[in-house]
DNA sequence: TTTGGACATAAAAACGTTTTTATCCTTCTT
DNA sequence: AAGAAGGATAAAAACGTTTTTATGTCCAAA
């Protein structure tokens, strides 16, 4: 009978034991004696509140310590306040270096993302059909606001599947497609032409590429400048000299000792990343050739260790944690509502020369 | 005038709308004819609904695609669904290998988590001060239901706060305090003490420690395992030899440099990790000294590469995946309830002995 | 026949927001 | 002087859940 008197106590009650707790906009509404409505308002900034009232309210938010219940704002905006990202999962053994740089995307992106409203969240991925599905989960059931991922393939499912959706994301790397995205990418095509072009005038004209998965993008477009390279040169490209594999240590290695093994070897080597160089220099090692001496190799950087190989080693430099910060802001602008067609960066790496091998001026042979 | 009836037909087109979207508990109410509430309680298995009642509902759950929406569930329950980890922050060219095992961390955290209703979430730290500010932050404003981190300090104020205020955590490393929490961590102290047993009975007296920051928990358990070593071989601790700093492979060189070039330099030296052993390594290389013959090198891995060292370097192997697999489970369980005294590990990493130095057992001098 | 549990389900309240709509004053127009 | 227009705020509805409370119905005990 007395229910509602019993539910008032109640209330009561409650209240005074989580009062300390988290003040919430009903707390700011009865200190200052406004409606939850203008509490709201004052505080997301609408113009329809009075200067003065707003004033008040945003000081006692202050005083108070009020901040908004995320949980509040996700039910009733259908926002979740999250920026996915997709990140591999390297759980072999041996293949420890894989996604090394992931380390450094997500510092990036975390940097980006600091004085924003959103939160980075981290879904791992097996493979690229596990990374679709992740991905086109993170959509259907809206498990955030924005994507990034990386791994782009030549033919990627996830771009199409994501402009089609209209859900906002940017990629590291560009698929082959004419699409408008969001994305950052490195000029691979450029640093594998800068790469060959530089051993070529060196006087190599057998040269390995020890480059990634031909399904992804950027394999592709070093492909492409490999083969520019030799041909500006007037020579043939020695497309038998590419490897494609995993971007392990082993990788590296195995494929350095079954180049060299071969009838005509090369001279000289491009590695895709620092994790496959040092396999490289493990396999030189072993068949006591020496770098600068018997065969040149020039590398891309991840983790900037380059330099401490023996010896030193030539490398483009790859400013991985910019290129997440990158990636963050352009995903912050793009879940602002801003064109993705504006949001597109394409970096040149910088050749860091380490060894004295003066090549682009030597003629070797 | 008509408030109630314009209403109606809006709500009406609006569901007809969006019906196709996403279903929701109500969907589920209209279809089977049962109320909201009794399909919550069917769909979370609670006892007071008839098995047929259940599996009527469970049935068109499954025909209608229904997910439960996160955000509802994370108001009503106050819980946010969300595992939070600490993450260092890696700003500075040249530390890019800097928290290169986050990568590793998280994707074992990732796999753990991979069948629960939890999501990671990231948060980026800079330093000890940030990461008790982001710790604390996360706790006050509930922003995750529970919270892993590593980079644990003798002293470390986090693990005092989060378990004064019973917030369900899980640590990679153990503080110095006598205070029960879920922690995973690896027997540090073991790993110093056999290592450089194995060089005091390779004959090595002067012994260097390449260490980390000693604010750092494990830094502390390594010297103590250093200090062991020589006092249970009844020897006087080469404790000038001991070099702390940050983990960079630059720090490695330097040190090495350092040290090799003291009146009275160390014959074998210990590393903290495999980014110090490359800077040490490349030291050694510009002294022209070779690892095996003028000095003994034993290292920790981490990414599992020091096999391709030239030449390769007999490591503390750490599965650190794994470590992050156990972080991951010991969270969930925690979360659920379950006492943290139970929720502890402690590994001893796998010793690999890479190098041909019959170390264990020569006399070297 | 009543009373009073069990049992199964429905109704309602609540979590903390945002947003739409309603209400109340002023002030300006005519 | 009456009405319109505008400004400021309040009220109410809604987002999708879970949980507490209410309402029946049926059957055994009195």
């Known amino acids: 009978m007395l229910t509602l008197e019993k539910q008032r106590s109640m209330a009561a009650s409650k209240k005074s034991e989580h009062r300390e707790l988290s003040p919430t906009i009903k707390t700011l509404a009865a200190h200052t004696g406004f409606s939850i409505a203008t509490v709201s308002k ?4 609408s113009p329809v509140v009075a200067q003065q009232t707003r004033d008040a309210i945003v000081a006692a938010a202050r005083t108070l310590g009020y901040q908004a219940n995320i949980r509040g704002m996700a039910l009733r905006t259908g926002k979740t306040y999250r920026a996915a990202v997709l990140m591999p999962i390297t ?87 004419p699409l408008t995205y969001a994305h950052v990418d490195v000029d691979n095509e450029w640093a594998a032409f800068t790469a060959t072009a530089r051993l070529i005038a060196g006087g190599h004209r057998r040269i390995a590429l020890i480059n990634a998965d031909r399904r992804l993008s950027y394999a592709l477009d070093r492909i492409d400048g490999f083969s520019r390279a030799f041909d500006e040169a007037g020579l043939a490209t020695s497309m038998d000299l590419v490897a494609d594999g995993d971007l392990s240590t082993r990788f590296g290695r195995d494929s350095a000792l079954r180049l060299l093994g071969l ?76 064109d993705a067609a504006k949001l597109t960066m394409v970096s040149r790496p910088e050749l860091i020369g380490r060894q004295p091998d003066n090549l682009g001026g030597r003629n070797r042979r």
């Open 91 to 177: 759980s072999a053994a041996g293949y420890e270096w894989d996604g090394v740089e992931y380390t450094q995307i997500l510092s990036g992106i975390s940097q980006a993302l600091e004085n924003s409203d959103y939160q980075l969240s981290v879904h791992g991925f097996r493979d690229f059909g596990d990374a679709f599905d992740t991905a086109r989960r993170i959509v259907d059931q809206s498990a955030a606001d924005g994507l990034i991922f990386s791994g782009v393939q030549a033919d990627d499912p996830r771009i199409d599947m994501l402009v089609e959706s209209d859900f906002p994301f940017v990629s590291l790397g560009r698929c082959r497609k």
């Open 263 to 338: 009838p005509s070897p090369p001279t000289a080597l491009v590695c895709i990343n620092e994790s496959t160089t040092l396999g490289v220099l493990s396999a030189l090692g072993s068949l006591d050739r020496r770098v600068g001496v018997h065969v040149d190799v020039i590398a891309y950087d991840d983790i900037n260790v380059s330099a401490y190989f023996t010896p030193p080693i030539t490398t483009f430099y790859q400013p991985i944690e910019l290129l997440g910060r990158k990636l963050g802001e352009f995903l912050l602008r793009r879940m602002a509502g801003e």
């Open 42 to 45: 004052a505080l997301r900034g």
